[in-house]
Structure formats: C-alpha cells, structure tokens
C-alpha cells in the first residue's frame, strides 16, 4: 500500500493518534490562554478605572488657581441693544461702571450721483483718492472695462485699496435710480478720505459725487467722562472687558455691573463632585461579592483600590483653615466641604447642594476660594492623590498597566514557543506513523505473497 505524498499518514489510520496526542500537548497553552483572557478583563476594568481618575483630574484643571476658579458675568439690565460685553476672566474684575454711547464709530462713505443703466460706460481713466497720511491710490478702467459695473468690480478686487464698493438702486422711481457706494474699510476720524475730481476720458456719461459721510470715531462716557475710540469694539475701557458698540443714544446712561458668576462656579464644583462619584461608584461595584464572584476577572478586593477610596473619603471630610494669615494659624478658621454643600449620603455617592454652596459663595467668595484653590488648599490635595495614582508616568495606577500588559506579552511568548514545539511534534509524530504504516503495508505485501506462493488464502 503506497503512501499518499499528501499525507504523511496514507490511510489516516493514526491520524486520531496524531491528533489526540497534539491535542493532549494544547493543554499548557488553553491554560495560558484562560489565564490572559481574565488578565484582559481585569485590563480593561483597571482602564476604565483610570479613565474616571482622568476625568476627576481634568475637572480640577478648571479651577486650579484663583483666576481659573472665578467665573464672572455681566448685568446689563434692558440695555443690550446698545452693547455687548465679552469678559476674559483672568484679568476682569468685579465692578459697577455708569456707562453713555454717545456716537458710534464710522466709516468714510461716498455716494454717487444717480444713473439710469449700471452697464453706462464712464470712460476710460483713473478712479483716485488721497489718504490722512497724504498716500494717493487709484483704480483705472481701461476701453474694455470702462462701465459702473467695472468700477465697482475694480475697487473690490483690489485689496490694498482699502475701499469696498456697491452698486445699488437707490428705489426713487427715478429715470437714474443707479448709483455707487463707496466706503473705506477702517473706522475712526483719523481715516477719512479725499476725493479729488475723477479722471475719465471718452465715457457716455459723467462720474460724480452726490453726497459724502465724513469717518468718525465712536463717542463712549464713561462714568460721566468722554472717551474716544476709533472703532465699535474697545478693549481699553473696563479691565478684562471686551465692549462691542451696537447702538448710539446720547443721554441715556445706564450701569455695567460685573460681578461673580455663583451658579457657574457652582457648576465647576458640581462637575467634579461627579467625577468624584464615578470614581467611587466603580470601587463600590468591584466591592460587591458573593459566592458567585470571580475576582480572578474583576478588581473586587481589591487593596488599592480599598485605600483610594479611603484617602478620598478622608479628603472630603478634613477641614480646612481659610482667612486670616497663611504663616499663622491662629488666625483665620477652619470649613469643611460640608459646609460648602458636599456630604456623603448612606449610598456612599457625594451629594452636593448647589443652595448651600451659592449662599456661602456670595456671602464671603475670598474664604471660599481660599478652601478650594488656597496654599494647600482642597484642589491641590486631591490633585496630589490623583498625580500620585495616574501623573507624569509614574502613577502607581500606571505602574499596574504596565504590570498587566508584560503579563500578558509574557504569555504570549509562552504560547508562541509552545505553538513551535508543537508543531516540530506533529511533524515528527506525522513522519513516525508514516514510516510505520509503509512498514506494515510492505509487511502485508509480503504475506500476501507467501500465501498465493503456498497455495492458501490468507484468513481475514
């Protein structure tokens, strides 16, 4: 019986042999393999841990120091049509300003005299104007591009020209309702413009102006002294305030209260008190065995995450001195987050008032951002716990990342130096029970032949 090339087995009569002994030899490796798959689980759980801690930790960046913590807003009353406000909080200040938008700011304009066809040709020539600063700039229309229409796409394509044109009807009912629109692009009384007599030559009708606006800069009082400003938008007026001009109306004046914003502050400590939760929510969860856990697949039990957990309990119920002087602490007293509206509830989850929080806020916001972002202040304290477990590399939370994913690489080369013997097995079983059926086949042959020299049939 020959032995098929194919297969080193020929009949397949050891195949079951082969594959049970290589089957036998997957045992080490099925056993790695159950052990990296609960290593993964417990990956991805501490992963997830991690990524709470993140988010706690980002939460405290939006409040890390004084000008972070502070929220301000502005109270404008029934006067937003006049102005409006933007703050940057790292420079503004709480204050009240009496406020007066005496003139808004604006642009040189000219417009032309009216025109019955915006294709009327003008002629060629030069469209010029002089600047404060004696500058002279001009446009020019040659034979093929001499119309209204052409002037006003010249002046526009010309970026450096300063100047912005339209061609309009002017809705008179007129038999020359077309006219053009020029204005320069720069407000303040210091950017006005003069426009000598045009130069065109040739044209069917004459270029020319009707009437101008003179450039003016806006007029603000402030607390009853007037200030000038070449534009709608001043950043010089009130500190850390960025004041956009909407509506001019002389002799009304009217009041700017700047002052905290408590209820967005409120919302930052809200944010965190979260992020503080979900952290001891997953500790909480990991915690709840019963006979049925597998802490082989979980962190339940976990030690670490045991002492977390009472470093923040600890943090939320230390107090804290504020006021008086940092170097002596026989000043000042002393606030715990309780007072500030942070309690723990039965559920072990933090509760935070937002009432409570506002109140104490608005009655002494010094003492109650000392607590939080002073010189060692609540922030700092919890910051240092959570660089401590996730920061710069070296947290102790990072340290156990790398732990599991070397394990795991570790079992991975285990598995890979198994799947090579295994196969250097199977090969050589695979050629051993090859070379022995080629010996029985032979052995066979042999005896058929004995048999049919002798005259006798082989029994079956």
């Known amino acids: 019986m020959a032995v098929d090339a194919m297969n080193p087995l020929g009949g397949g009569k ?3 042999y082969v594959k049970a002994i290589i089957e036998a030899e997957r045992a080490p490796i099925r056993q790695i393999e159950g052990r990296k798959a609960k290593e993964t689980e417990k990956l991805k759980l501490l ?3 991690m990524g709470r801690v993140r988010k706690m930790t980002e939460s405290l960046r939006e409040m890390e120091n004084y000008r972070k913590l502070r929220e301000i807003k502005t109270d404008l009353g029934e ?16 204050g009240e300003y ?3 938008v005496v003139q808004l700011a604006g642009r040189h304009s000219m417009i032309s005299d009216g025109f019955e066809d915006p294709d009327a040709e003008i002629g060629v020539g030069y469209f010029w104007y002089q600047l404060p600063d004696g500058d002279t700039r001009s446009a020019y229309l040659d034979s093929d591009s001499n119309t209204l229409k052409d002037l006003v796409s010249a002046i526009n394509k010309e970026t450096d020209l300063g100047l912005q044109a339209n061609l309009v009807n002017d809705g008179s009912g007129s038999d020359a309702p077309w006219r053009v629109i020029i204005a320069g692009k720069n407000t303040g009384m210091n950017e006005d413009i003069t426009y000598p007599e ?6 069917d009708v004459r270029f020319t102006i009707d009437e101008e606006r003179p450039a003016q800069s806006a007029i603000v009082k402030v607390n009853g002294f007037e200030i000038l400003a070449p534009e709608n938008k001043i950043s010089n007026l009130i500190p850390g305030a960025t004041i956009s001009l909407k509506q001019a109306k002389e002799g009304q004046e009217f009041t700017v209260n700047i002052t905290e914003d408590v209820q967005k502050i409120g919302g930052k400590i809200k944010a965190m008190v979260d992020n503080i939760n979900a952290v001891l929510d997953f500790i909480n969860k990991q915690n709840q065995l019963d006979d049925r856990s597998d802490t082989s697949r979980t962190l339940g039990g976990d ?13 939320m119920q230390n107090a804290l001195r504020v006021g008086g002087d940092p170097n002596d602490e026989d000043t000042g007293f002393y606030m ?7 309690r723990f509830e039965r559920s072990g989850q933090l509760s935070f008032s937002q009432e409570t929080f506002q109140k104490k806020l608005a009655g002494n916001y010094q003492d109650v951002a000392d607590f939080f972002v002073g010189k060692g202040g609540f922030v700092e304290r919890v910051k240092n716990l959570t660089d401590g477990l996730v920061g710069m590399g070296s947290g102790t939370l990072l340290h156990r990342e790398r732990g599991f994913r070397d394990r795991m690489r570790q079992m991975d080369d285990q598995i890979a130096q198994k799947e090579i013997h295994i196969t250097r097995k199977e090969d050589a079983l695979k050629q051993r029970f090859a070379n022995l059926e080629s010996t029985i086949a032979a052995m066979q042959g042999q005896q058929a032949f004995m048999f049919q020299a002798l005259g006798a049939t082989p029994q079956g």
């Not at 030690?303 to 943090?315: K, N, Y």
């Not at 715990?336 to 942070?342: A, E, F, I, K, W």
């Open 14 to 16: 050891f195949k079951p």
């Open 47 to 49: 992963q997830d841990f």
């Open 79 to 94: 006067n937003g049509n006049l102005i409006s406000i933007d703050l940057d909080k790292e420079v503004a200040e709480p």
């Open 98 to 100: 009496q406020l007066e």
């Open 198 to 203: 045009f130069y065109f030559v040739d044209g």
């Open 303 to 315: 030690g670490g995450l045991r002492t977390i957990e009472i470093q923040l309990r600890s943090l």
């Open 336 to 342: 715990r987050p309780s007072d500030l509206g942070m």
